[in-house]
């Protein structure tokens, strides 16, 4: 039963993200493998088990990743072709093993260290930061493993406390787990003395300051809205089969559009590759193949500026492919007024759909991007994009953020269940409204504080007017 601890702690933590989210398990989550690391004699033996149980934590939290039903960037025959199924569990498993297994064991090493007789460290608070601050140091630093993405953080798994989560305003999602494995460790503390008041004393100081703060944040954010605007977020549950949707489904997004349209929004956001027929040349600022007789590409583009001129004012964000030369890129078109006004393309790209395997592989771009839109600035990003840690550092001057994603490529639920706690960080974090437009399970906007103000789930599109 003693080496079953570290396996408890793995379930606490998998009851922690959806679909259950009992988020208030993350406070304890994380005793019994501190008890076991603590106690355990053998440290080879220790840190097989630990790491263990991180890959089973791993592999439960990652392979849902695994459940895509989107195959056409791999073409119809050939080797991977084959086994493709085979390989994404194989690379999903080898990121738990690194991301999860070795790195759980190199956080009990660390920890053994720090509570071993002979440590330097006596201090029970400056054991306490440190356990907070290796464990947060490892978040960080699986970011940048190949594939690494901000997925795991207990942080994240924070997202449905209202109050606690205002704390990665200050300090980020990775300063949100330093606060949970704080009160984990300094818990554990409590019970290995059980006698020191000063463990719950803290404890219950940790916790007022961080509501105090919250509902600081929750009053001042309410209180300090200087603009206001209408955005619609246009949602689509067709299948992501995108190479057969074709006309049809275009003519569903112009059904959305139009609907949207009457109520007079400031922007419009629509899902990413949204029209995946269209491929605008960036030279001309016109799809490729519009020149030909009684094109569909002419009349369906056309269609869409002709949406721009009726409605001069308003701001139109568009997942499509555009070319470059050469390159071929997943982007975001603003369009106003009938004119293409930017063009954002992809940063990050999917390390296998997107890039080495793909048969059609597509380019990424360095360069950030703002859309200087009537209400305010802009920063644009594409579905998976949402992950990565560098979204608020590049959209510090933005007003205002916008996703357009695809959730329906995976046919778990949990996958766009966690996505959405990760975009309520994201709006936290950065205190700007997030702009989500997506296929899948449900489109979104979400306001400083991340609270899902307005939702398109079970409609095609939403309208809602925000104060920023």
């Not at 738990?96 to 029970?124: C, E, T």
């Not at 003395?193 to 309410?222: D, N």
Request: aromatic share 14%.
């Amino acid at each position: 039963m003693f080496h079953a601890l570290p396996f408890l702690s793995s379930i606490l933590l998998i009851l922690t993200f959806p679909p259950y989210e009992v988020s208030w398990l993350l406070y304890v989550a994380l005793i019994p493998l501190f008890f076991y690391i603590d106690r355990s004699v053998e440290l080879k033996k220790m840190l097989l088990v630990v790491g263990l149980a991180g890959f089973f934590y791993g592999v439960y939290t990652l392979f849902p990743l695994g459940s895509t039903n989107a195959w056409w960037w791999i073409g119809s025959s050939g080797i991977f072709f084959e086994y493709k199924e085979l390989a994404l569990y194989a690379f999903l498993g080898s990121l738990a093993l690194v991301g999860n297994g070795a790195l759980f064991a190199a956080f009990a090493y660390g920890f053994k260290q720090i509570f071993s007789k002979d440590s330097a460290v006596r201090n029970w608070l400056f054991r306490a930061l440190l356990v907070a601050a290796l464990w947060a140091l490892i978040e960080y630093g699986r970011s940048y493993i190949p594939g690494g993405i901000v997925w795991q953080e207990l942080g994240i798994s924070a997202a449905p406390q209202a109050y606690i989560r205002q704390i990665a305003h200050l300090v980020g999602v990775y300063g949100l787990s330093f606060f949970i494995v704080l009160i984990n460790t300094l818990l554990y503390q409590w019970f290995r003395s059980k006698t020191s008041i000063c463990y719950p004393v803290t404890i219950f100081l940790l916790f007022v300051t961080a509501f105090l703060y919250g509902q600081y944040r929750i009053e001042h954010i309410s209180s300090a809205s200087t603009r206001s605007a209408r955005v619609a977020t246009i949602h689509s549950t067709l299948t992501t089969q995108e190479e057969s949707v074709g006309l049809v489904g275009f003519r569903y997004y112009e059904t959305a559009v139009l609907e949207a349209l009457e109520q007079s929004p400031d922007i419009v956001v629509l899902p990413e590759n949204a029209v995946s027929f269209l491929v605008i040349d960036e030279h001309t600022t016109l799809p490729l193949g519009y020149q030909l007789p009684a094109s569909t590409l002419r009349t369906t583009f056309d269609t869409i500026v002709g949406w721009s001129l009726t409605h001069p004012n308003t701001a139109f964000l568009i997942g499509l492919h555009t070319k470059k030369d050469e390159a071929v890129f997943n982007s975001v078109v603003y369009i106003e007024n009938g004119t293409i006004r930017g063009i954002y393309h992809k940063r990050h790209l999917l390390p296998i759909a997107e890039g080495s395997f793909a048969t059609d592989k597509l380019a990424s771009s360095s360069t950030p991007m703002l859309f200087q839109t009537r209400v305010g600035a802009i920063s644009p990003s594409i579905c998976s994009e949402i992950l990565h840690q560098d979204i608020i550092s590049r959209s510090a001057s933005a007003d205002l953020l916008s996703v357009s994603g695809n959730d329906a490529i995976f046919e778990s639920p949990i996958v766009a269940r966690r996505g959405r706690q990760v975009a309520i960080l994201r709006a936290v974090e950065s205190g700007k409204y997030i702009i989500v437009s997506t296929k899948g399970l449900e489109s979104a906007v979400i306001n400083p504080l991340g609270e899902v103000e307005y939702s398109s789930k079970g409609a095609t599109y939403s309208v809602a007017t925000i104060r920023f």
